[in-house]
């Protein structure tokens, strides 16, 4: 499966903009799709998932701000981001995992990524 992510740019303080990640095949029952990002010389940090039983998990720094979305047929999730401040600025990686079976991990996947840069 590939993900492909858009979207992203560059936002002023205040601002919003939306990531769409589209996978190249249905992640299928039991799922998890969702965004983390990585700016420079920090650790990659989730950012919102959303497994297909529509529960979300939303890192503390966005919730309120940012709101995660899923698609019916298991391919695509967005990520609208409201009322940006500079500390967003960094990488958003669409990342992507099909379901546990038993004691066998789901395939993770991740997407190459869209850099947004919200400015002060």
């Known amino acids: 499966v590939q993900l492909q992510a858009s979207g992203g740019g560059l936002a002023q303080a205040g601002g919003s903009l939306r990531l769409s990640c589209r996978a190249s095949?249905?992640?299928?029952?039991?799922?998890?799709m969702g965004w983390y990002r990585q700016a420079p010389g920090k650790q990659r940090e989730m950012v919102a998932i959303?497994?297909?039983?529509?529960?979300?998990n939303y890192a503390d720094s966005v919730k309120g701000r940012f709101t995660i979305s899923r698609d019916n047929a298991k391919t695509a999730v967005d990520l609208q981001m409201n009322n940006l401040n500079p500390e967003d600025t960094a990488n958003y990686l669409c990342?992507?995992?099909?379901?546990?079976?038993?004691?066998?991990?789901?395939?993770?996947?991740w997407g190459k990524g869209t850099q947004v840069t919200v400015s002060s």
């Open positions: 959303m497994p297909d039983d529509g529960s979300v």
């Open positions: 990342y992507a995992k099909s379901r546990d079976w038993g004691m066998i991990r789901g395939m993770e996947f």
């Open positions: 095949d249905s992640m299928g029952d039991g799922s998890i």
